[in-house]
């Protein structure tokens, strides 16, 4: 007997201005069945799916759930009809526990009986395969109970159609293993379950079928059974890619930069780094991993100058002179002395970019101190915008649009290349291919390689192991603002790194 469709999208468009988001599109989802959807940046997936829970309203077409028309204004009206939505960033209180933000905002009796939410709590628990403490506070969570926390809220609240956006962009391959076996039990309950991701072997792993988006369009659905990465990849772009991320071997490696036993506090006096030391090489790729909120942020920072050290030491070797100790000195200082750093941040509008100015005008945020008091030297910044927008195929009107009208992965694209094109001798990057369709994130790949091979010291934070074990010639793992460890990445597992991200275990050379 066929499953039933739990939601079904008939010719559902959506429009920004002149900018059409989806196009026409036409979707059904089963009772029973992980979903996943793909597609390129800008392809329309998050946008869809922000209509099924109500954050937008479709501009044409019709949503039936369980066969029957329904009208999605808003999230309110998402909940009564069994729909729920679990963000990439949590939508959690940290000074509540785990069940006084499960039943934040729904009706009931003015004093709240915490006893008999928790017993519910712990009965789904235990029937989809959940670990949560009721009682423990977001604060003491890690990312991934975070995570539970917000799926739990859902099927609380009686959710039985369940998106996910990008749920495993901060779990540790033992995370997502549990992950994935709450949604299989889930999904054999009867619930049906939407994933958006880019993680190609995820999708293969996980879901019971796929939908492609392109350009806004719905291509069609495959059985999971019958695709593969190449095959889902072809969909997406419209053509075939070579999905090989090439790993020059290192020429001559030569030691560019010194951590030692460095240690960062933030201003409610937490450690964020602690005794941090290690060394990065020109020439090589030095990836950074570990779950959110590890140190990787400060670990960048100190460097770059903008967050204060409590004590240790950063040394810079530059080609070919005298050591430099650059551990007390901002990021204007260590400009000053001509050290040639460049620092792509994982918050790009907050601190990489400035999003009401044009892309000649962020471009000119690195080179504005050379032209006079009043004037400054546009024609330089504009040709190098012109250039980044050609190569890196960046979509977006003109030179003279915001940048923060574009897309997340249009505007990363800006700033990883006017970062790049500085010509640093140490590159930093946190999560740079983070909001890229797979074309835009293999060039991104090439591109460090060109830096590596110029003899640049590269520092890549990512979160796909896959990609770090691909890439990059070692990996520095942190847990906790701790070093545990550091791999050679041709030879480390998936499973070896997990283990460290979450203190299980240590190993590696330092």
């Not at 201005?17 to 992980?34: Q, W």
């Not at 879901?207 to 350009?215: E, K, N, Y």
């Not at 450690?271 to 400060?298: D, M, P, W």
């Not at 550091?486 to 997990?498: H, L, M, S, Y």
Request: net charge negative; aromatic share 4%; hydrophobic share 40%.
């Amino acid at each position: 007997m066929k499953a039933e469709n739990a939601i079904e999208l008939r010719n559902i468009s959506k429009r920004f201005g002149k900018v059409v988001a989806n196009d026409h599109i036409n979707l059904s989802v089963r009772s029973g069945e992980i979903l996943a959807i793909l597609g390129e940046n800008g392809s329309g997936k998050t946008t869809l799916m922000n209509m099924i829970s109500g954050i937008y309203y479709p501009d044409e077409g019709q949503i039936f759930v369980h066969g029957e028309e329904v009208t999605i204004r808003s999230p309110k009206d998402a909940f009564p009809l069994g729909i729920g939505m679990i963000h990439q960033h949590f939508k959690l209180v940290d000074v509540l526990t785990a069940a006084e933000n499960i039943v934040l905002g729904l009706s009931g009796p003015t004093r709240l009986d915490i006893t008999a939410v928790a017993t519910r709590i712990s009965k789904l628990a235990a029937k989809y395969g959940f670990d949560i403490d009721p009682f423990k506070k977001i604060y003491e969570m890690s990312v991934s109970e975070k995570q539970t926390v917000e799926i739990v809220k859902m099927l609380y609240r009686g959710a039985n159609i369940l998106i996910l956006d990008e749920p495993t962009a901060v779990l540790t391959p033992q995370e997502t293993d549990a992950l994935f076996a709450v949604l299989r039990n889930m999904r054999d309950a009867g619930k049906a379950i939407i994933i958006i991701t880019h993680k190609l072997n995820e999708v293969l792993a996980l879901s019971d079928r796929v939908a492609v988006l392109r350009r806004g369009k719905y291509v069609g659905a495959v059985q999971t059974a019958d695709a593969t990465v190449e095959s889902l990849t072809e969909m997406m772009v419209g053509s075939k890619v070579t999905l090989d991320i090439d790993r020059p071997d290192p020429v001559d490696p030569q030691v560019r930069l010194v951590m030692k036993d460095v240690t960062c506090v933030d201003p409610e006096g937490v450690i964020t780094l602690n005794h941090a030391s290690f060394t990065a090489y020109g020439g090589e790729i030095l990836g950074i991993a570990g779950v959110a909120g590890s140190g990787q942020k400060e670990l960048l920072e100190s460097i770059a100058g903008l967050t204060p050290k409590e004590s240790g030491e950063i040394e810079y070797y530059p080609p070919n002179s005298e050591t430099m100790d650059i551990t007390g000195l901002s990021a204007v200082e260590i400009s000053r002395l001509g050290i040639k750093l460049s620092f792509v941040p994982e918050d790009r509008l907050g601190m990489g970019l400035v999003g009401a100015m044009d892309m000649t005008d962020n471009m000119m945020i690195r080179s504005y101190r050379k032209g006079g008091f009043f004037w400054a030297d546009r024609r330089a910044p504009k040709t190098l915008a012109e250039h980044i927008i050609g190569t890196l195929e960046i979509v977006t009107p003109g030179v003279s649009t915001p940048v923060g009208k574009l897309s997340g992965g249009n505007v990363q694209k800006v700033l990883v290349g006017r970062e790049i094109a500085s010509a640093p001798t140490v590159l930093m990057v946190a999560y740079p291919v983070r909001g890229l369709d797979i074309n835009s994130a293999y060039t991104i790949y090439s591109l460090l390689n060109v830096q590596k091979m110029r003899g640049v010291a590269v520092l890549c934070v990512g979160e796909d192991l896959d990609v770090l074990l691909a890439l990059c010639d070692r990996i520095l793992v942190l847990c906790g603002g701790r070093v545990t460890g550091v791999v050679d990445a041709r030879t480390a597992t998936k499973e070896q790194i997990g283990l460290m991200m979450t203190q299980s275990g240590k190993g590696g050379e330092r």
